[in-house]
């Protein structure tokens, strides 16, 4: 068999599909490579939609990836208002009222580690909050507890071409078994501590 031809019938790592992004007012990138950098030296596969990302845009991309995980990143200062408004239209998409999102960075401008901030973004409907100034090892472990998505079949079909927004090794195919509904996952205990920058 040629080296160069695809080999076809093995599975894909286990590794999750993972969205980090920022909100519509954070111009910041560099919070989200960092993001991009860790998650994928953890074996996931992250698509990064950048700085200023509308709502729309935001609930239309995770509709099209469906991803095991939204990751929420900012360090502006107004991530606590826009996350509230974000969860909202998030948990409003019947496909993405499960999937596991998480914010964290710098999420007001009177510091970190605000107790009433952290309880009200859980209540609203994320599952993890990660505060500047914390460790990344609770990010991590939030991460490393979600449930592996089922095995994904290589190579992705030709309708499923991967566009310019969704770059991947091309090792890796984009996910497209989806054979474990997102209602059923179990989600980790969020600790409301932890870095996203």
Same mark, same amino acid.
């Given at each position: 068999?040629?080296q160069?031809e695809p080999q076809?019938g093995?599975a894909e790592?286990?590794?999750?599909d993972?969205?980090v992004t920022?909100m519509?007012?954070?111009?910041h990138?560099?919070?989200l490579v960092f993001?991009?950098?860790?998650l994928?030296e953890?074996?996931?596969r992250?698509?990064n939609?950048?700085?200023?990302?509308p709502?729309?845009?935001?609930?239309?991309?995770?509709r099209?990836?469906?991803?095991d995980l939204i990751?929420?990143?900012?360090v502006?200062?107004?991530g606590?208002h826009d996350g509230?408004?974000v969860?909202?239209?998030?948990?409003?998409?019947p496909?993405l009222?499960?999937t596991?999102?998480v914010?964290?960075?710098?999420?007001?401008i009177?510091?970190s580690?605000d107790?009433?901030?952290?309880?009200s973004?859980?209540?609203?409907?994320?599952?993890g909050?990660f505060?500047?100034?914390?460790?990344v090892?609770d990010?991590?472990?939030f991460?490393?507890a979600?449930?592996a998505?089922a095995s994904?079949a290589?190579? +992705?079909?030709?309708?499923?071409?991967? !566009? @310019?927004? &969704?770059v $991947? %090794?091309a090792?890796? *195919?984009p +996910?497209?078994?989806r054979a474990?509904? !997102? @209602?059923? &996952?179990? $989600? %980790?205990?969020?600790? *409301?501590?932890?870095v996203?920058?």
């Open positions: 068999m040629n160069l076809r093995k790592p286990a590794g999750l993972v969205v920022t519509s007012s954070d111009s990138t560099w919070n993001l991009q950098l860790l994928e953890l074996g996931h992250v698509t939609l950048g700085a200023c990302v709502d729309e845009l935001l609930v239309s991309e995770c099209r990836i469906e991803p990751v929420l990143s900012s502006n200062g107004h606590y509230l408004r969860i909202q239209a998030l948990r409003a998409c496909e009222a499960a596991p999102t914010i964290g960075g710098k999420l007001g009177a510091g580690g107790p009433d901030r952290q309880r973004l859980l209540s609203a409907g994320y599952d909050v505060e500047e100034g914390r460790s090892a990010f991590r472990s991460v490393g979600l449930p998505p994904r290589l190579p +992705a079909p030709a309708d499923r071409a991967l !566009t @310019a927004d &969704r $991947l %090794p090792d890796r *195919a +996910a497209t078994d474990l509904p !997102t @209602a059923s &996952r179990t $989600l %980790p205990t969020a600790t *409301a501590s932890g996203l920058r």
